[in-house]
């Protein structure tokens, strides 16, 4: 039973840290939106203003997939909360947080790849 009240203080303090990072991106994604919106006015490359709507469309998509995140982040906390101690580490949690894991870790790569794509066009159009 030690073990289990340690392999889900480590779940709970990953879920934690992926709440906080989630958070602070859904922010930065409004922080990109802003400025999108901002230099909208000054782009008058249709190519240019084609590149902007499709980062527009990432970044809502890309809102989307964190609030997606979110609530399964709330719901593996929720799990967490209603443990049955008598169950298998081996089992349901196990294989759930390893899921959200990969999730997480493909989701942060995904939008390091956007970030630096919108600052790479930020510095072509400003």
């Known amino acids: 039973m030690q073990s289990k009240v ?7 303090f990953n879920i934690d840290t992926w709440k906080r990072e989630l958070r602070f991106h859904f922010n930065e994604m409004d922080t990109f939106q802003e400025k999108l919106e901002e230099i909208v006015s000054r782009i ?10 499709v980062f527009q ?6 809102k989307d997939a964190i ?7 709330r719901n593996k906390l929720a799990n967490i909360n209603n443990v049955d101690f008598n169950e298998s580490i081996d089992g349901r949690l196990a294989n759930e947080q390893h899921t959200l894991r990969d999730d997480m870790r493909d989701y942060i790569r995904m ?16």
């Open 57 to 62: 469309n990432r970044i809502m998509i890309e």
């Open 44 to 53: 008058e490359d249709p190519i240019e203003l084609k590149k902007l709507e």
């Open 111 to 126: 939008h390091y790849d956007l970030k630096e794509e919108l600052m790479d066009f930020f510095l072509e159009v400003l």
């Open 6 to 12: 340690m392999y889900l203080s480590d779940l709970k």
């Open 67 to 73: 609030s997606k995140l979110m609530h399964r982040c």
